[in-house]
């Protein structure tokens, strides 16, 4: 199973105009288009696909995070960031076109996320990034990009999986999380494709 993008190769930068955040003073907000997907190469007896996009690079501890005068070593141990979760993709659909199911930023969060007819789409973490933030916070659902904190001496990595799965849907709502993602494909997975892309803003470390 293979899976492509128009937008950036494997490997390589992702563009600006598909993350959530860009370079500014120090950081402005970008375009946060959904990138082109496709992919190909799906085993006999797939039934849906599965799409999700994380971030594997985001500082355990926030304390030097988007702080002036400092910087978030790139030894601190890292963990998730969800970017994107879908489920329940018709086994018709193949491909999305760039800003598809995301082509702007959504004060509070997308709560009628564009996607494929019959598909449900889970809550990214920016959910938990704004909590608090008046003009911000809220419920994000479906594609936020890119938004690396400014000043990380370590380039982040986004991994674009796809999953090919031996049922037409999950039972899974609108606004799901990971682990219930992961809980419900448990069993189920009979292929899995993988593009990885790479984002920074600090102007010290070429992404």
Not at 40 to 45: I, L, T, V
Not at 102 to 111: A, C, L, V
Not at 133 to 140: E, K, P, Q
Not at 145 to 173: K, M, Q, R, S
Request: proline share 10%; hydrophobic share 35%; glycine share 10%.
């Amino acid at each position: 199973m293979q899976l492509r993008s128009d937008n950036f190769q494997h490997g390589a930068p992702i563009p600006s105009t598909l993350a959530f955040g860009k370079s500014g003073s120090p950081v402005a907000l970008s375009d946060n288009y959904s990138p082109h997907l496709a992919w190909k190469g799906a085993p006999d007896g797939t039934r849906s696909f599965v799409l999700a996009v994380i971030d594997t690079d985001v500082p355990s501890k926030p304390d030097d995070v988007n702080k002036e005068g400092r910087t978030v070593p790139a030894d601190l141990p890292r963990v998730e960031f969800v970017h994107w979760l879908m489920a329940n993709i018709p086994v018709e659909c193949a491909e999305l076109a760039e800003g598809a199911c995301s082509d702007e930023i959504t004060p509070r969060g997308k709560q009628q996320p564009f996607g494929p007819p019959g598909s449900v789409q889970g809550v990214n973490d920016y959910t938990h990034w704004f909590a608090g933030d008046a003009d911000m916070g809220g419920t994000y659902l479906g594609y936020d990009g890119p938004c690396p904190p400014w000043n990380d001496t370590l380039v982040h990595h986004y991994h674009f999986h796809i999953y090919a799965l031996d049922t037409e849907a999950l039972p899974l709502a609108q606004g799901f999380t990971l682990a219930q993602l992961r809980a419900a494909m448990n069993g189920h997975v009979l292929a899995e494709a993988t593009l990885t892309g790479t984002y920074s803003l600090n102007p010290a470390v070429p992404a």
